[in-house]
């Protein structure tokens, strides 16, 4: 396993299902892990539908072991969802912690619609917490939509389901607590997004390509952070 260290960072490249448990104690587990939904179809529209081949490439549409995330390791989390996986995913969250809410991101810039299907404009991730973990921030805060882009062109570090800084700040205002652990972290947004809200990072990732994007990333905001200071 590699492991980086940078400022209020700490990066692993390793499989999160081996190195999570290992972690101990989070304040939150804010995750994005694969979805799980059908990735085939689409008619005439998949040609536009960019990064699907990718998606089904690096198995991004099938699903995650749901025991990663564990009430025992952390006060609060965090969990993207495809609208598939609700019903799935509700029951465990709903057995694991105190309380949950269903949060949405509405996309300015929804795919286009796939045939015989509802237009892709929402996503969802569940906050759960229990006791002495619920939402912080502001009444805007305390939204539980918020509107963004989908990255684009170089905004999407060449990784097709990069989620946006605006969600990610929102995200991080909300959680309770300095530390955060994000076991399948991707290019870094959740680890960029901490930094930048002042908080303790720790991130996983199997995909030695998008561990590296992370580390540039996560680095950058170390490093401006550490210059506003
Ligand atoms: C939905 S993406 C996360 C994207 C991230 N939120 C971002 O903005 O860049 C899920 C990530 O989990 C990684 N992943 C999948 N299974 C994993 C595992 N068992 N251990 C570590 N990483 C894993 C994938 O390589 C992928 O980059």
């Known amino acids: 396993m590699t492991t980086v260290v940078m400022g209020a960072a700490t990066l692993h490249l390793g499989d999160a299902y081996k190195i999570r448990p290992t972690l101990g104690w989070f304040d939150a587990d804010v995750m994005d892990p694969p979805y799980e939904f059908r990735a085939e179809g689409g008619?005439?529209?998949?040609?536009?539908?960019?990064?699907?081949?990718?998606?089904?490439a690096e198995k991004l549409s099938d699903g995650f072991d749901h025991s990663v995330l564990n009430p025992l390791l952390c006060g609060g989390a965090i969990v993207f969802c495809h609208n598939d996986q609700l019903p799935k995913l509700l029951p465990y969250i709903d057995g694991s912690f105190e309380r949950q809410a269903?949060?949405?991101w509405r996309k300015s810039?929804?795919?286009?619609?796939?045939?015989?299907?509802?237009?892709?404009?929402?996503?969802?991730y569940v906050h759960a917490w229990n006791r002495g973990f619920?939402?912080?921030?502001?009444?805007?805060?305390?939204?539980?939509?918020?509107?963004?882009y989908s990255p684009r062109g170089k905004q999407k570090f060449g990784h097709p389901t990069v989620k946006p800084d605006k969600v990610m700040a929102k995200i991080l205002r909300n959680v309770a607590g300095e530390t955060v652990c994000d076991p399948f972290m991707g290019t870094g947004s959740t680890g960029v997004a901490a930094i930048r809200a002042g908080k303790r990072f720790t991130g996983i990732e199997h995909n030695p390509q998008h561990f590296a994007t992370a580390v540039d990333r996560i680095t950058a905001a170390v490093e401006a952070a550490r210059e506003a200071a």
């Open 102 to 104: 269903v949060c949405t």
């Open 134 to 148: 619920h939402p912080r921030g502001t009444l805007e805060d305390l939204d539980r939509q918020v509107e963004a």
């Open 43 to 56: 008619g005439h529209y998949r040609q536009s539908r960019k990064g699907m081949a990718q998606i089904v």
């Open 109 to 124: 810039n929804p795919q286009p619609v796939a045939n015989k299907h509802y237009r892709p404009v929402m996503e969802f």
